[in-house]
């Protein structure tokens, strides 16, 4: 035994003593994972936000949250002896007079777009791969309240710096609470400390972005690791992997390694980013007063698809009983949202509520063999993407030579004509690649090579896929149509009514698939190749 | 067709431009030589300006400004802008139009610079109009003051130029241009001048003092160097947005596939 | 669809392919000496970084393509901080897929639910503990309970009140007083008509009382866009045309929709463009809204001058500016 052996040998001794964690760690250092890339998209999300905490803090010995009154004496020149706020001014303290403070904020900004970007995929991934499914609902809604947590935590680090920008997104959040029915007007006095902008704004959201939040947010990552850790990773199908089983990797030291490493390689990726981008250079923007405005303000791309509804709402307020109501904000500015981002949480829920589908589900499913819920999500994907592209309309109309009301139009008629499209289209699409894999399991891989038979016809070769390719392009599962029981054989009205009727047309819905290859299908089908 | 005509014969005319500029480069050189200053042109020198300008004039403009200035279906009347804005609009190149688009966009100008010249002289000679400036009266650097002017521009410039002065977009397809690399008297015409969709901004709103302050600023942020790495445009989050959904999660998700890749 | 499908069968786990490193000790070798090249390559991004931050000084420029003139002590310390951090990154991983241990392990799942013996004993042991407890039969404990804890609730409710003033009438009023001096902003300086020529425009505020100052909250609501058209281009009615002067027209400058400050003015088809939403609104028609999604023309200012020939507003705005309110009268 060496001397650092002994040491370690001590030290754990020590340790398990008084917690007993050796039983607990000798199972989980040989935790299994299994590997694929888009299992790295979440630990992307992880990776950044304990970015955001160590740059943040690094931040915040600098960073004064106070609209105190103050003139600039600092080293930016085009600045110099302009009255602005104490944080705006602390925020040009860091950006010019204090070292590495510029490429800190730069990291700490560019963290935050990959966070939610990577979020965002990171659902995308679960959604399309059916991994919402039990027992890992409860997972799914966590991830949906931290992605909401994200949107909200980053705009109010966005507004912090009390700039031009900023000050005109805090604008038009004041706007949206002030636009509540009944209670807007006392919530805005209440969250500014009387009329817009007033003094005690930036040290509230201050307290909130770096204390609050966070804490919320360490909380709740910690919930969804342990449910990951406990319920085992979902895995993609493939010969031998089962619901029963996951194949993978052990913890250590393999993912350990790639773990750690990769939290390095996203690290050191944001602070190239930081190095060679500039992000938020609030020094051109300018310090807020609400007299002033930029041509092209925008929000953080997270929050471009709230603008852009903002800006294709139709002008609708309605006066009644001498109260005024504002469609045009609450529409898309509260209602919208609201409905999407209880409609995802919901999801899972929906969905095995119109399937009847009550098992655990532990392999992934291909998208392309769950069309219904791929077409859906590719529907809701593009919603989005037309209003992030109308929230950028003037950018995009002066870099394209195109007008900003062409640009509204094409979005106001697009957000609800182009959705359904992209549904019809994605299931098509869906139902062709199912025709391919079957073609492919049935009749083997196109070679391109031709060969002449005796009596002069061509053909091509085609190469039989390997049993695993086979098996793992058809161990799915395809659903059936429930049956509508409208009454039962005494004639009495089923109970369930409305909910039958809609088990019934949905899984109609779902039963359309391509017939996958069955094992007869492809016994005869053997010796018969070329 | 009977605008392309008209092109037809202005480009015909482009050899009979050449040599007049050379002309007039050659009679202003003379006249520059022989009095130092332009205010004190001889009567005589001022009236052959005028009468090259004209001459300039019916050949380039006059087809869709009329004759005698006074516009037409496609064209504004030309009555009162002034040499400023002759200077502004024919020098930047904005004037002659090449297409009938919604706006006349900076480009090459056709006339040198004793052409515009001429071109406001004689405009001018017709009605009178704000004068036209030379950069060395455009005392920004001497008497501007960067911070004010920043103050000014974001209050009066930047809800149609940015906040960087990259310009941005106007209703049905107009803009409004970038203010990078113009000329500091062609700022200075194009305040007072208002040109185009622009409003004016007369002296007595925004004094010739605080223009030049302006000046100042813009100039300022036109040489800035990128403090932060590449600029990206400096359009705002638009731009990042879209640097870290290619970029950055572009080549994350790649390292991403490396990573679980196996080894061979 | 009727015919029962039968699946292929499961070939199994494939079997494992050793890599290069597992069999031939000069790979491995070769793999160890990558993994060290590339945690080097990070100590060398370390050294560049502690050498930009102390040795380059912040005013130094240099020329890249692409980036254009950029600050070299910037570039030195991200540069140096992103390779130390990716070079480890590189070389964990490269370590953990070319030597670490790469035969797949299969380890099973268990059904999550309890066993049903331990399901019904907690439900045996939570009834119990109701039971204990008595809530079911004391009927007058458990409401009162209820009541007492909802109630607690409420100090931390009410502990929010002064959070802010309420808004009483603030949100109707600003400094646009009758006989106000419209002053240049920034500049402070009073207006008279001809100081305005036709095409032209005017940011401006409320002339400050002596001591006043300007806070942003005066901002927020008072500030005014003057523009000014030929008198012939109105197509006002009588009371709103009374409200200009010698085709001066006097607008709040903060949106009706959200609040920004709209200012976009285009002289030739006279429309004012809100740059946040895109609200427009034709200046010759009182700011009616033509297009975007603004609901209600932005409230025009009466004004008119003094003795002095100073421009002055007429009265106070009629009409609550910026975005609307519940409490708004429309």
Known sequence: MTARERVAGTVANYVDERTGAAAWMKKNLQKVFPDHWSFMLGEIALYSFVILLLSGTFLTFWFDPSMRHVVYEGSYQPLKDVEMSAAYASALHISFDVRGGLLMRQIHHWAALIFMAAIVVHLLRVFFTGAFRKPREFNWILGIALLTLGIVEGFLGYSLPDDLLSGTGVRIAHAIIQSIPVVGTYLSFFAFGGAFPGEVFIPRIYIVHVLLLPGIFLALITVHLMLVWYQKHTQYPGPGRTEKNVVGYPFMPVYMAKAGGFFFIVFGVTAFLGAVASINPIWLYGPYTPGQISAGSQPDWYMGWLDGLVRMAPPLETYIFGYTISWNILLPGLIIPGIIFTGMALYPFIESWLSGDKREHHLLDRPRNVPNRTALGVMSLTFMVIAMINGGNDLIATHFDLSINQIMWFSRIGIIVLPPLAFVITKRICLSLQRADRELVLHGKETGRLVMLPHGEFVEIHEELSAEKKFALTQHEQPKAIALVKEDAGGVLNPKGIRARLQARFSAANAENIAKPTASEVKELEGGHH | ?264 | MSKELEPLADPGLPEHVHRKADIDPIAAKRAERQVAVLFSLSAFGTLLFIYSFFFIKDDVFIFLPIMGNTNAHQLGIGMGMALSLLFIGFGAVHWAKTLMPDQEINEYRHELKSEPEDRSEFVKTAKEGAEQAGLGRRPLIKRSLAAAVGLAGLPAVILLRDLGPLPGNSLNETNWKTGTKLVTDPGDRPIKASDLEVGGVAQVMPALLAGQKRTLEDIAKDAVLLIRLRPSEFQLDAERLSWTHEGIIAFSKICSHMGCAVALYEQTTKHLLCPCHQSTFDVTRAAKVIFGPSARPLPQLAITVDADGYLIAKQPFTEAVGPSFWERKS
């Open chain 2, 1 to 264: 067709m009977k605008f392309i005509s008209k092109y037809r014969r202005h480009k015909g005319a482009l050899p009979i431009l050449i040599m007049l500029a050379l002309t007039g480069l050659g009679l202003t050189f003379s006249a520059a030589t022989a009095a130092p200053a332009k205010n004190t042109m001889s009567a005589s020198a001022k009236s052959t300006i005028i009468e090259e300008g004209k001459e300039i004039f019916l050949k380039g403009c006059s087809s869709c400004h009329g004759l005698n200035l006074e516009g037409g279906a496609v064209a504004p009347s030309l009555i009162g802008v002034g040499a400023a804005s002759v200077d502004f609009q024919v020098g930047t190149g904005r004037m002659p139009m090449q297409d009938m688009s919604q706006q006349a966009a900076r480009k090459t100008p056709v006339y040198n610079e004793e052409q515009v010249a001429a071109l406001a002289a004689y405009v001018a000679s017709l009605a009178p109009g704000p004068r036209a400036y030379t950069n060395e009266e455009i005392t920004w650097e001497r008497d501007g003051n960067t911070a004010e002017g920043g103050e000014l521009f974001r209050n009066n410039c930047a809800m149609c130029h940015n906040f960087a002065g990259q310009g941005g977009a106007l209703t049905q397809g107009k803009y409004a241009p970038s203010v990078m690399g113009v000329e500091a008297k062609h700022i200075y015409e194009v305040m007072i001048t208002g040109p185009q969709s622009m409003p004016v901004f007369s002296d007595t709103i925004i004094t010739p003092e605080e223009k030049l302050s302006i000046i100042k600023w813009i100039k300022a942020a036109e040489s800035e160097p990128n403090l932060g790495g590449a600029a990206l445009g400096r359009v705002g989050p638009v731009t990042e947005g879209l640097l870290v959904w290619t970029f950055g999660l572009g080549i994350l998700i790649g390292i991403a596939v490396w990573l679980t890749a196996k080894a061979r």
